[in-house]
């Protein structure tokens, strides 16, 4: 299996709405009703493709699914930096156990 690491940086000019759109809709994020009786998780674009979240705007990803996160940032990152790496038994670890592909489904 092929790694590559992910490092980018939103546009500076996009204001903090903006940015926190950009990370519900990348990450996925937890939310809950008015009243707070419901939680539940909204999925993101990473919930659908394994990953390891690194550091701040530094992820993990199969090679294979590169061009799916690159189409979703096109237009809202300053800058990407990609690099194929080789991954360590806990890479590979974690992108098996979030394979949405390997179980099934």
């Known amino acids: 299996m092929d ?6 940086s939103l546009k500076k000019d ?28 909204r999925h993101g674009l990473l919930d659908n ?4 979240k690194i550091a701040k705007s530094v992820i993990i990803i199969r090679s294979s699914d590169l061009e799916k996160v690159r189409d979703y940032v096109r237009g809202k990152v300053e800058e990407i930096h990609v690099r194929t790496i080789v991954l360590t038994e806990e890479d590979i670890k974690a992108l098996k156990e979030k394979d949405h592909t390997t179980d099934g489904q």
Do not use: A, L
């Not at 493709?49 to 390891?52: A, G, K, L």
């Open 14 to 41: 996009m204001n903090p709405t903006e940015k926190n759109e950009f990370c519900h809709y990348f990450y996925g994020h937890e939310t809950s009703s008015r009243k707070g009786k419901y939680r539940y998780h």
């Open 49 to 52: 493709i394994p990953h390891r």
């Open 3 to 8: 790694g590559s690491i992910i490092v980018f």
